[in-house]
């Protein structure tokens, strides 16, 4: 089972990443890397409906991100226990001794 969620945490990571950088690549308003080495070098790799391909990319990675997340979460959770105290004993509670009652004052003096 260990192996199995070290191999989660990698894809973690790695999916992390990868949607970071796809979100980078895209073609924002004002620039950042989706204008790195030119404006023609993403249609040359990709072809002219770049953009699509790299919003597939995000809503995969992002899917692959979630799932994995979620699925982390639950082989990572522990077993919901009964009480947040089990296993502690109750205090005893000792008697308190009685009050004492008052003591009605004597007849007033003439």
């Known amino acids: 089972m260990n192996i199995l969620i070290g191999f989660l945490y990698v894809v973690e990571v790695a999916s992390c990443l990868l949607l970071a950088l796809v979100?980078?690549?895209?073609?924002?308003?004002?620039?950042?890397?989706g204008g790195l080495g030119g404006g023609s070098s993403m249609e040359a790799a990709l072809g002219a409906d770049a953009g699509n391909v790299l919003i597939k990319a995000t809503a995969i990675?992002?899917?692959?991100?979630?799932?994995?997340?979620?699925?982390?979460?639950?082989?990572?959770?522990?077993?919901?226990?009964?009480?947040?105290?089990?296993?502690a004993e109750a205090p005893v509670a000792e008697e308190a001794p009685a009050p004492a009652l008052p003591v009605a004052p004597e007849a007033p003096a003439e």
Not at 23 to 33: A, C, D, I, N, S
């Open 23 to 33: 979100v980078m690549l895209q073609k924002p308003k004002e620039g950042g890397l």
């Open 61 to 87: 990675l992002g899917a692959v991100f979630l799932i994995n997340t979620l699925v982390l979460a639950r082989l990572t959770s522990t077993p919901k226990s009964g009480s947040v105290v089990a296993g």
